[in-house]
């Protein structure tokens, strides 16, 4: 599975707690065993279907057959033998008042007894009365040589099993798929791939569905959402700019140009007006890229219990690290690292969290954060170095409004030259992206309440009705303009 000299030394260390948080129990166990034979130990492992099982040929011990939680910690108390004693799935025991005792004396003795207790499950949470005796090790996840390793062992197997059938692929597919197994485990690669030669090919087709079915596996939490409905640029009105500065790191980002990892694009924040298109633009960098969107929402990562907050947000990024590459889309993200009015200071906690991992990624995770009120921004989120640029996404021009209007109007299959789009886009000065589509949308209500067709006189008598938010807040979206002029790049 590893070879891991950090294991070894821990092993060697006699650290009495050792825990092991992994799905892939069978492999971990022969890692194990086989690092413990180099310091000549025994190694024992427990589980509540076989009790005392031993993993290499050092003696029995006595109490083999204990199957009870208790009355295992109570053998290796008794018994005093020196070894690694691994213990499956035990932490719903830990519970127990008895059993931690138990497990703190093993631990205060397990230096005169040279007995090391490790305990292996998907999530392990040690009580605090135990917790300072433990390490924690992280086992790590397979590397791209390993991945393309298990990637063409699942495609021999899968050959000999249909002789009569040929897998229809090709390198460059094979490395798009290393790229998107990176974070899962042998098994759930094995899985994966198995899943997609269904069809006897592994094609681009299929990374989308590999992407949904990754996030679904890592997603334990719900900590991030998975966004499906990404878009394209074709259906974004304007923001040339954007469009522009995104498809010269494009290449760079997937990796398909080389360059040091240290100076791969990081990420954009976009400032604009509501409705402006800043959210649409985050989907279509995902869709026009071709790799998945994760949306984090702050909503969901603030909890009333202490340090719960800062624990999701640290599980969303690892995770956005493990699905890279990927967009992480952070929405409206001054709601989540506003001024604390309490005295848990948890926005400041999250934001020294977010600012860190900024900092020091080294993960193809390009960041999206978009923002409707900059006055709770700090200066540290947005300076050179953990964002590449900040963009204003201003409202749309004449041109800009016409392209709106013909993206809309296709979107619902209508031909726009069936529309003085001219007249349209003039009359709607003032008017965001969102204010348009609401114009095409009210006037088919219009149109059908009156059974009549969509026209250019509907879509100017619903633009005469509607009073867009440029007039409702005038002053507070001049003054939001006009910061921007000198601060921020423009989109458009």
Not at 212 to 228: F, T
Not at 440 to 468: M, R
Request: hydrophobic share 40%; with cysteine; aromatic share 8%.
């Amino acid at each position: 599975m590893y070879d891991n000299e950090d294991l070894l030394q821990l092993l060697k260390s006699r650290v009495p707690i050792i825990v092991m948080e992994s799905g892939e129990e069978n492999e971990v166990l022969r890692a194990i065993n086989k690092l413990a034979a180099t310091i000549r130990k025994p190694v024992y492992a427990w589980s509540i279907i076989k009790g005392f099982s031993i993993l290499n040929n050092y003696a029995e011990i006595t109490g083999t057959n204990t199957l009870e939680p208790t009355e295992v910690l109570l053998t290796i108390y008794n018994n005093r033998l020196p070894g690694i004693y691994i213990l499956l799935d035990f932490h719903p025991y830990l519970k127990n008042d008895r059993n931690i005792r138990l497990v703190k004396e093993l631990a205060q003795g397990a230096g005169k007894y040279q007995q090391t207790i490790i305990f292996i499950s998907a999530q392990i949470d040690l009580p605090v009365e135990i917790k300072h005796f433990s390490a924690v090790f992280d086992i790590p996840l397979p590397a791209e040589d390993k991945i393309m390793f298990i990637t063409q062992q699942v495609l021999r197997e899968w050959q000999l099993e249909n002789p009569q059938k040929k897998i229809i692929t090709d390198d460059s597919v094979i490395n798009l798929f290393i790229k998107n197994l990176k974070g899962l485990s042998a098994s759930e690669i094995k899985r994966l791939v198995h899943n997609a030669l269904r069809d006897n090919a592994l094609t681009k087709e299929d990374i989308p569905e590999i992407a949904k079915a990754k996030y679904e596996l890592l997603n334990k939490d719900d900590v991030l959402y998975y966004e499906h409905n990404t878009s394209s640029f074709t259906h974004v009105g304007g923001q040339k700019n954007l469009k522009e500065w995104l498809g010269k790191r494009r290449l760079i980002f997937l990796g398909e140009k080389k360059i040091s990892m240290n100076d791969i694009p990081k990420g954009i924040l976009l400032l604009g007006v509501q409705g402006s298109g800043k959210s649409l633009a985050a989907k279509s960098v995902a869709g026009t890229w071709g790799i998945p969107l994760l949306r984090m929402d702050f909503g969901t990562l603030y909890n009333k219990y202490y340090g719960e907050t800062e624990r999701k947000t640290r599980e969303s990024l690892k995770m956005a690290d493990m699905m890279s590459p990927c967009v992480l889309w952070i929405d409206e993200i001054e709601k989540g690292i506003a001024s604390d009015t309490g005295e848990s200071g948890t926005s400041k906690r999250v934001l020294g969290t977010l600012l860190t991992w900024m900092s020091e990624r080294t993960s193809r995770v390009f960041v999206v954060a978009t923002a409707n009120d900059i006055q709770f921004l700090p200066p540290e989120l947005m300076r050179k170095g953990r964002l590449d640029e900040i963009f204003f996404v201003d409202l749309p021009d004449i041109e800009t409004r016409k392209e709106i209007f013909s993206v809309h109007l296709k979107k619902r299959d209508f031909d726009p030259g069936n529309f003085d789009l001219e007249i349209a886009a003039e009359m709607s000065n003032g008017f965001s992206g969102a204010e348009i589509e609401q114009v095409i949308v009210s006037g088919l209500y219009s149109s059908a309440g009156g059974h009549g067709i969509l026209n250019t006189e509907v879509l100017l008598d619903e633009i005469k009705k509607t009073k867009p938010l440029s007039v409702i807040m005038a002053e507070n979206i001049e003054s939001m303009r006009e910061w921007a002029k000198k601060r921020t790049v423009s989109a458009n």
